[in-house]
């Protein structure tokens, strides 16, 4: 069985950094695509961006595109996403899910019927 755990938010001004950790158990490289999702209050929930455990393509929604990073440590299971320029409108709780490999941005959501994922970590972005 996945399992996931996040790690890494907190409370940060316009314009920092954060790194979110996603540390997978449970899991078999290649099977899987990691997505990275939000969730803010009175929004629908937002598929962020994902990367492939079989070839490493990555993909980024329009609206993190430039800003965001995603990556993976296959060693340890780990996968991570670099926020970088921060925005409020980035606020949000935000999930790691491990999807059917072969997700993209476009897929992300409906392909959360079929994953696994954690319990969140809380980014906020405010002056």
């Known amino acids: 069985q996945v399992q996931l755990v996040e790690s890494g938010g907190g409370l940060v001004q316009p314009g920092d950094s954060l790194r979110l950790s996603c540390a997978a158990s449970g899991f078999i490289l290649g099977y899987y695509t990691i997505g990275w999702f939000r969730q803010a209050p009175g929004k629908e929930r937002e598929g962020v961006s994902c990367i492939s ?69 809380q980014v906020t972005v405010s002056s």
């Open 53 to 121: 455990t079989s070839d490493g393509s990555t993909d980024y929604a329009d609206s993190v595109k430039g800003r965001f990073s995603i990556s993976r440590d296959n060693a340890k299971n780990v996968f991570y996403l670099q926020m970088d320029s921060l925005k409020p409108e980035d606020t949000g709780l935000y999930f790691c899910a491990a999807l059917p490999d072969g997700s993209t941005i476009a897929t992300m959501l409906g392909d959360l019927d079929f994953g696994s994922w954690g319990q969140g970590t």
